[in-house]
């Protein structure tokens, strides 16, 4: 199968698993769950999803093993992109071409439903018996301390404290690691506990996750100055015209494409310490794509 | 001891435990940690973290086994008074006589902080080594549940969606059910999980709740319009003035105080069914503080 497909049937495969996720919570209340739904079911590439299938597989776990951390890590990306959007916060409009969860719906509401998908992710963890308690227990606390006040929420803590300030290049990656890093990370380290992964592979599955998540970000502020508004869907160089600390700003154009590629390799060199080479072909693939991508 | 001695040992061993959370926790982002500090220690009675733990030594369990489930209760209470009081929820500047979290710091903060208290308590209940993995699992599951989008949030949603309708007393009973109910409910479920309970221990434990935390509302409602100012530190009948949905509203005084015993006697009567006389005095006792309480 061609990446690009596999891409596609991951997305399928994420978005029937977050379907049936928000089906089986049986959400009483008529608003709440449309909020929900609103949200979770908006498209988005299931990046963090395909983190946790790929991870597993290479490890040799399964699908119906991977699917529970897949969906309450979307679960939980989904209501921070809401809280995010609220006017006390980034204070925004459109999200994926849609408006956002408070626009929709109204402030209240789209606060109670961030709350509600963030401790569904803790109900969808725990409730299932594809894995063993031990496991799932694993699972549920390194969630909590990758969304909580050490890793996500202190990433977007520091971007709201660094509103009109400049940054200097290790307080640009502070930022990163902890406001998209965390959850990229614990996707892969959720992944390798469903499959029952070693210490060792874990370790080296997040010293992946964390080079392609600061890759990922590093592109981002690439693409920013050299991809035409048609690719990226808003105006090429818009981050710098607003004065945002980007890669680009900080390092210059050349070092900062320098970097892509030194964090590419440094993903692919850790995956050799987790399997094969046939069976992280898909974690490759992935790598390879995020800095080859022109959107 | 006598039982507001009891009730005062109690206290003081829940905010050493939440404390002792939030240190652990070691947050590193200043104006968060001061936040979320700021309104989890900010007083309290402390009723939950006491039903998890009377309800965990009536059934042979040490405060040591109860202290986890009791903290993570406290944190998502907290969460839910910081999200609760919010500009676009109830929008109150003041809680316990202090200015609310979005009062004292900022609406993003309180935003993110009530989302790291959430995410904290589930990280609380997974991460100690008091009792084995399948507790701490049944635990984590039972309060999502009873926090999540048919809980405690759905109370909230309720909430605002009753404003300046009248409600019918199944309705007002459901409200309270899920704004109050579902947390006090798992207080007991979890002090009794913590216990190693048996499922009709727990389930005579989970009426018990049921019964006085809607005697609890029952009461407040009653004091609305008995009890004087000074006791109640807001002005005599202000919910009824204020058009708000009251036992009293829709019962009558004189209903209201025969539900408020008729809850008595059920909470009672529910105990004798977990353990014996002397093994569930504390809890015996706090159904009575409940219902004769004059502020």
Not at 20 to 30: K, M, P, Q
Not at 47 to 74: F, H, K, M, N, Y
Not at 105 to 126: K, S
Not at 224 to 239: I, L, N, R, Y
Request: hydrophobic content about 45%.
């Amino acid at each position: 199968m061609h990446f690009s497909d596999y891409l596609a049937s991951c997305q399928q495969w994420a978005n029937a698993g977050l379907s049936a996720s928000l089906e089986r919570a049986n959400i009483h209340n008529d608003r709440i769950r449309e909020a929900m739904a609103y949200s979770t079911l908006a498209g988005g590439k299931r990046v963090r999803p395909l983190l946790v299938l790929a991870s597993c597989e290479a490890l040799g776990g399964t699908a119906e093993q991977a699917l529970p951390a897949a969906c309450a890590i979307e679960l939980i990306h989904t209501y921070s992109l809401i809280h995010d959007d609220l006017p006390a916060m980034d204070d925004d409009d459109l999200r994926r071409g849609r408006p956002t969860c408070h626009k929709a719906f109204d402030e209240a509401t789209a606060i109670l439903a961030g709350d509600a998908l963030l401790t569904l992710a803790f109900e969808v963890v725990a409730d299932h018996d594809q894995l063993p308690a031990e496991i799932r227990l694993k699972q549920s606390l390194a969630l909590a301390k990758a969304a909580g006040c050490n890793g996500m929420i202190e990433g977007q803590a520091r971007d709201m404290q660094a509103t009109g300030r400049e940054l200097t290049l290790d307080e640009l990656k502070a930022l990163h690691e902890h406001k998209t890093g965390a959850l990229i990370r614990v996707a892969c380290s959720m992944g390798a506990l469903a499959a029952n992964a070693n210490p060792d592979q874990r370790a080296a599955l997040e010293e992946y996750a964390d080079a392609i998540g600061l890759a990922f970000q590093v592109q981002d502020d690439i693409l920013d100055v050299t991809a035409t508004a048609e690719e990226m869907g808003k105006t090429q160089g818009s981050d710098i015209a607003q004065g945002k600390n980007t890669y680009v700003s900080l390092l210059g154009l050349d070092a900062a494409k320098q970097e892509a590629q030194s964090l590419y390799h440094k993903a692919l060199s850790a995956l050799e310490r987790v399997a094969d080479e046939q069976q992280t072909l898909r974690l490759r693939e992935l790598a390879a794509y995020i800095i080859h991508r022109n959107s």
